[in-house]
């Protein structure tokens, strides 16, 4: 299916800056790829150009946005936990290891009963795609059976998505924990699984959960999967100051949880690493060397991390943002850019980070992390057309515009500010309208 949308278009092509293109023509081909990107195009013209690319008007359907509607590209969560999903908005009460024994493993643990997984990860999908969010990056179970059933039903629903069989083989529940042999048999049937699907939206990630939960010899043969199938790696890093101390208690002989990744291959350009609030700057240097990123996630690291992620001494590293449920209790990632911003205050007499520089962070920034910038993020010919459509007006909108002299840049602000799923009215994935119904 081709899509052709006519009005205006916002993105963050650079950091900290908003784009707005007036009256833009946007044409994708069957495979969902911008093939024509065309400002200042008067509406009267368009039937006229459609004629000329071979698209005949009456064939096709052209998309008209009206003054309080724009496209903008879909969103990017690099960071959630699926089966943490039926407890989202709840128990956030206590410090990470209680957190995960208390609320954590027990709810992971149910996902070996795959209609669960079915029913949870259709519930998820569906609400994810509905809060605009395109991309996910996910962390599944340690079960194979339902991050399979994860797997499918991205693809099923059409979002474009990085999924990861979680891998630990101790300081876990006996009845939630592998042997490594199992762990990485599991692993690699899930990457084997993914890669042969015939779509290029699905992504296997190989996933320790952090260092506490997973042996050397599981890690090192991680990075050994990361490498021969050539797959993206995700996991927790500097999370706590509890988890750091853990860390060194179980591995004196490194000295960050940044040196032992890296000692198992587990830092490459691909690598996503949540949280890493607690980084030293040579950790970051490290990172930084291997093109590794940080999926930042405002509101987990408020209740666990206890501290804000530190963008100015950590600005060498790819950043993207991610919600974290259930860690963080929002599924949605307008909830996060916010987050990133109010935070991003603390300890400064202004926001460190402004909306447009967390708007970038949730689109392009994200799409960088996840090896996907030249793909989606941003419009331009040749990538991927993953958007939302918004509208400020619709009945049951959030926000009121009182005012007749709103600008572009206002009313996108108001958004990101205001805005919820009532103003997503559609939801384009590689060209397809996948809007929930
Ligand atoms: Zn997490």
């Not at 963050?12 to 293109?21: N, S």
């Not at 090192?220 to 500097?238: D, F, K, M, T």
Request: proline share 5%.
């Amino acid at each position: 299916m081709v899509a052709i949308i006519h009005g205006t278009l916002v993105h963050t092509p650079i950091k900290g800056e908003l784009a707005i293109l007036r009256n833009c023509l946007l044409i994708t081909n069957d495979q969902g790829n911008i093939t024509l990107l065309k400002q200042d195009v008067a509406m009267e013209t368009v039937p006229s150009i459609l004629q000329q690319a071979g698209l005949p008007s009456g064939d096709t359907k052209v998309r008209y946005l009206s003054d309080y509607q724009f496209l903008m590209p879909g969103l990017v969560d690099t960071h959630i936990h699926a089966p943490q999903y039926p407890f989202t908005g709840t128990s956030t009460d206590l410090p990470l290891t209680e957190w995960l024994n208390k609320y954590t493993f027990p709810s992971e643990q149910k996902f070996q009963d795959t209609d669960w997984a079915k029913k949870v990860y259709g519930t998820l999908v569906r609400r994810l795609l509905r809060n605009g969010t395109t991309t996910a990056v996910y962390f599944a179970s340690i079960h194979l059976e339902a991050t399979q059933i994860l797997a499918d039903t991205t693809v099923g629903y059409g979002q474009r998505a990085l999924v990861g069989l979680v891998s630990m083989d101790r300081n876990a529940p006996d009845d939630y924990v592998d042997t490594t042999a199992t762990a990485i048999s599991k692993a690699e049937r899930f990457i084997q699984y993914c890669q042969h699907q015939a779509t290029s939206l699905l992504t296997p990630v190989v996933t320790p959960r952090f260092i506490p939960t997973c042996t050397l010899a599981l890690l090192e043969q991680l990075g050994g999967l990361a490498r021969r199938y050539n797959v993206p790696v995700q996991s927790h890093i500097s999370e706590s100051l509890g988890e750091v101390a853990f860390v060194h208690q179980l591995h004196p002989d490194f000295e960050s949880d940044a040196t032992l990744f890296d000692a198992c291959g587990l830092l490459t350009d691909r690598s996503i690493m949540a949280h890493g609030v607690h980084l030293t700057d040579t950790d970051v240097h490290l990172m930084a060397a291997r093109g590794s990123g940080v999926a930042v996630c405002p509101l987990s690291n408020a209740y666990f991390a206890n501290g804000v992620f530190p963008f100015q001494q950590h600005a060498a590293l790819k950043t993207g943002l991610g919600t974290d449920v259930a860690g963080g209790y929002s599924p949605s990632m307008l909830t996060s850019i916010r987050q990133t911003v109010v935070s991003s205050s603390f300890g400064h007499d202004h926001p460190v980070v402004d909306w447009k520089t967390a708007l970038y962070m949730a689109t392009l920034g994200g799409a960088e992390l996840v090896g996907l910038k030249d793909v989606i993020g941003s419009f331009a010919q040749g990538k991927q057309l993953d958007a939302l459509v918004i509208d400020l007006t619709t009945e049951d909108s959030p926000l009121d515009l009182l005012l007749d002299t709103e600008s572009m840049d206002l009313l996108v602000e108001k958004f990101v500010n205001l805005g919820d799923d009532r103003c997503i009215v559609d939801v384009l994935v590689a060209g397809n309208y996948v809007t929930p119904q």
